[in-house]
């Protein structure tokens, strides 16, 4: 098979024999969910409910607060506890609670949306956003508006990312294996939106056998390309995955839409095709829970704002040595100090790391080996970027495009110096964006 890839990267150990072969099983319901109204990229949602009301499964429960931002729906039936703000990954949002009535009865608005041939493009990207649907790889970018470029930027190849290049995490994998249907129907709404007669699903080469059911899969539509991909990190990133598939090379500061090109999980376009399929919105999503740490590590499909803590108690608990939470995989992924915390729409991954491996090395001086540049996926040179950003001078760290870092921790991955790269060069991207949006 002629495998595609890009140019850097590294092979981390893909660990992912936890939870590979475990078949995604559903959560018990959770007897009360908190569902925060930002989960993604953008503006948050604002709140459609009041304490006392009661929600049905699938009801908007909050209103997308502008074009970049979703509504949220209830993920379960029962009463509006409290509308306040609660804690959640990396800081504090408005969040419902709801109780449970365990009577899971489902919103008079869950309805399908019809058969694919009969609704138009824009008919399409409607439902995609009425059913709140983000990007489900990990970042969060409300996905009808990467459907809707300007005019004149023309998509003429989609893409759909079934790499999961992140180690540990298999909750991908598993869907390709287990629901390929729904992800063919995903990726055929997708090409229909740009009336595309092709499109292509990249597999890393380490996933044979997701590979060869989604190949059996899309033979119901010859223009669905099933790709072959090295197993290299990061091989699912965007840009990464345009250029192994197509040759053709995001600028620097750009965005796929440059270079003709749409991408998205197959974990979104299987939540695509439920939204027009059974008029379900996004309100559950399949989470992988693994590492050392975690006494029996799984691919459970979680209502979104279970807690963290609840999943993990289905996962048979922690081990008594736990180090390190870490909310998504061990690259790109957020370690979090507490576990009382709503899972969301991006809740890809839940890692567990013991105290041994948990342990940071001490840094030291670089010692200018070049691995860094070698390794990046973007073509930066890390080690200037990260000294620049370590001695707070944005100016020069913005000069060597730190705004083209897409965070993949590979730098600090290969480090033999053990330096805070992607921690460091991430500060700084935070730090420019916050004086670009004030000088704005
Ligand atoms: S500089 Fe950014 S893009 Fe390059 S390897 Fe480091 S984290 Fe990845
Ligand atoms: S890999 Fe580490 S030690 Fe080598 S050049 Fe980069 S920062 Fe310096």
New binding site residues.
């Given amino acids: 098979m002629n495998l595609l890839s890009f140019k850097?990267g590294i092979h981390p150990p893909h660990s992912k024999e936890y939870t590979e072969n475990k078949p995604i099983k559903t959560a018990v319901e959770p007897s009360l969910v908190h569902i925060p109204l930002r989960q993604h990229i953008g503006a948050p949602a604002s709140p459609l409910v009041k304490v006392g009301d009661i929600v049905k499964v699938g009801q908007k429960i909050g209103e997308a607060g502008g074009f970049v931002s979703v509504p949220i729906h209830a993920s379960i039936s029962g009463i509006v506890k409290s509308v306040k703000n609660q804690s959640v990954l990396g800081g504090s949002a408005l969040t419902i609670s709801i109780e449970n009535d365990l009577k899971n009865e489902i919103h008079e608005s869950v309805l399908p949306k019809g058969k694919l041939e009969d609704l138009s493009g824009k008919e399409i990207i409607e439902i995609i956003k009425e059913a709140g649907i983000v990007g489900m790889g990990g970042a969060g970018f409300p996905t009808h508006v990467k459907l809707s470029p300007p005019p004149d930027k023309k998509i003429d190849v989609v893409i759909l990312n079934g790499a999961e290049c992140e180690p540990y995490l298999t909750n991908d994998y598993r869907l390709m294996i287990e629901n390929p249907e729904e992800i063919i129907f995903g990726m055929e709404a997708l090409m229909k939106i740009f009336n595309l007669k092709e499109g292509y699903i990249g597999i890393e080469n380490n996933k044979p056998e997701a590979f060869k059911i989604m190949t059996q899969a899309a033979k119901r539509n010859p223009g669905i390309k099933i790709v072959g991909l090295k197993t290299k990190y990061?091989q699912g990133a965007e840009k990464q995955l345009i250029n192994a598939i197509t040759g053709r090379q995001v600028p620097s500061g750009g965005l796929p839409m440059e270079v003709g090109a749409v991408v998205n999980n197959v974990a979104t376009a299987a939540a695509i095709a439920n939204a027009i399929q059974s008029g379900m919105p996004l309100i559950e999503r399949i989470c992988t829970v693994t590492g050392r740490g975690v006494k029996d590590p799984q691919n459970i499909r979680i209502k979104i704002g279970t807690m963290i803590n609840e999943i993990v108690e289905q996962c048979g608990g922690y081990t008594d040595d736990v180090g390190k939470l870490i909310m998504g995989g061990p690259m790109m992924g957020i370690a979090s100090h507490t576990d009382k915390l709503p899972s969301t729409k991006t809740t890809s991954g839940i890692l567990v790391f013991t105290e041994k491996e948990a342990k940071i090395p001490e840094p030291s001086a670089c010692i200018k080996c070049g691995k860094?540049v070698e390794?990046?996926?973007?073509f930066?040179q890390?080690s200037y970027?990260s000294a620049y950003a370590l001695i707070d001078n944005l100016v020069m760290a913005e000069k060597y495009n730190a705004m083209?870092?897409?965070?993949?921790?590979?730098?600090?991955f290969v480090c033999p110096s053990k330096r805070p790269?992607?921690d460091s060069?991430r500060i700084a991207k935070r730090e420019i964006l916050e004086q670009r949006r004030k000088s704005k």
């Fill in positions: 850097g990061p860094c390794a990046c996926p973007s930066l890390p970027i083209d870092c897409i965070e993949c921790g590979s730098c600090s790269l992607v060069i």
